[in-house]
């Protein structure tokens, strides 16, 4: 069983910056397939940004591209979430997900990932 734990989340005017953090309990954390994801408020859950742990490869949804970069910490067992020029729209919760061996693709479908963070808060004022 994976744990994961976001944090990072907050309040934040349009246009700034947060950086969430997403820390695993599982030691082979780092052979984890890691995705974001978001749910405002009377919306249903969807993707943010994906990364593949063979390779390093790196998805993201269309409204966030070239403002939010996924990566992983020097230690392995963290995921981070870096978020740019913030807009009101990006309000909602953030959940990391992880999908462990075996592997499956769609990086951006909440079925592929068998665990899920409890979620941190993000609120972009205009």
């Known amino acids: 069983q994976v744990l994961l734990v976001e944090s990072g989340g907050g309040l934040v005017q349009a246009g700034g910056s947060l950086k969430l953090s997403c820390a695993a309990s599982?030691?082979?954390?780092?052979?984890?397939?890691m995705g974001w994801f978001r749910q405002a408020p009377g919306k249903e859950r969807e993707f943010v940004a994906a990364?593949?742990?063979?390779?390093?490869?790196?998805y993201y949804a269309d409204s966030v591209k070239g403002r939010f970069t996924i990566s992983r910490g020097n230690a392995r067992n963290t995921v981070y979430l870096q978020m740019n020029s913030l807009k009101p729209e990006d309000t909602a919760d953030y959940y990391c997900?992880?999908?462990?061996?075996?592997?499956?693709?769609?990086?951006?479908?909440?079925?592929?990932?068998?665990?899920w963070g409890q979620g941190t808060q993000v609120t972009v004022s205009s």
């Open positions: 997900a992880a999908d462990g061996p075996p592997y499956s693709g769609a990086y951006t479908r909440p079925i592929k990932y068998d665990y």
């Open positions: 599982e030691s082979t954390f780092s052979t984890y397939d």
């Open positions: 990364l593949r742990w063979s390779g390093g490869t790196t």
